[in-house]
């Protein structure tokens, strides 16, 4: 692995708080991305006769982040609530909802997710999952719908009596 690779995934590991574990992270993500660039192409500017202009576009290209970049309010508004309960002996609902919405003037705009999990279980060893997750977001930050959901379903199974 490349020095500077190397250094930035320690920085990753080391990191503690989430937020900037989550920089931390792009960092990676855009110092991989870069070199690998660059290598190739260094090895197509090497095969093939390029102008000054358009050697100069390419590497102002590598200069601005290939993730894009983010600017957003720092102050947000965030709200979880989450609520679990047993439904009946063998019925177990989990509820978490998560909104937030930044504190600024210019514009209207917040963030939706909330998450459903059902476990029914049948006996002490064998149980049935059922999960949906959905989030809204009015101004996402990357180029995706800005409704979107997932949901599954799956069986468990316990060698521990319970």
Same mark, same amino acid.
């Given at each position: 692995?490349?020095?500077?690779?190397?250094?930035?995934?320690?920085?990753?590991?080391?990191?503690?708080?989430?937020?900037?574990?989550?920089?931390?992270?792009?960092?990676?993500?855009?110092s991989?991305?870069?070199?690998?660039?660059?290598?190739?192409?260094?090895?197509?500017?090497?095969?093939?006769?390029?102008?000054?202009t358009?050697?100069?576009l390419?590497?102002?290209?590598l200069?601005t982040?290939?993730l894009?970049? +983010?600017?957003?309010?720092?102050?947000?508004?965030n709200?979880?609530?989450?609520?679990?309960?047993?439904?009946?002996?063998?019925?177990?609902?989990?509820?978490?909802?998560?909104?937030?919405?930044?504190?600024?003037?210019?514009?209207?705009?917040?963030?939706?997710?909330?998450?459903?999990? +059902?476990?029914?279980?049948?006996?002490?060893?064998?149980?049935?999952?059922?999960?949906?997750?959905?989030?809204?977001?009015?101004?996402?930050?990357?180029?995706?719908?800005?409704?979107?959901?997932?949901?599954?379903?799956?069986?468990?199974f316990?060698?521990?009596?319970?």
């Amino acid at each position: 692995m490349h020095p500077h690779l190397s250094s930035l995934h320690e920085l990753y590991l080391a990191e503690t708080q989430p937020f900037r574990k989550v920089h931390r992270m792009i960092d990676l993500f855009e110092s991989i991305i870069k070199t690998h660039t660059v290598v190739i192409m260094s090895e197509y500017v090497r095969h093939n006769k390029l102008s000054d202009t358009a050697k100069g576009l390419l590497s102002q290209g590598l200069r601005t982040p290939s993730l894009g970049t +983010v600017s957003r309010s720092m102050l947000k508004s965030n709200n979880v609530l989450r609520m679990t309960s047993n439904v009946g002996k063998h019925i177990e609902l989990s509820f978490i909802n998560f909104f937030q919405m930044p504190f600024s003037i210019d514009r209207f705009s917040f963030r939706w997710a909330a998450q459903l999990n +059902v476990s029914v279980k049948f006996n002490s060893w064998l149980s049935l999952q059922l999960n949906y997750q959905s989030m809204y977001d009015t101004n996402p930050v990357v180029n995706i719908p800005a409704y979107y959901y997932t949901s599954s379903r799956g069986v468990g199974f316990s060698n521990r009596d319970n």
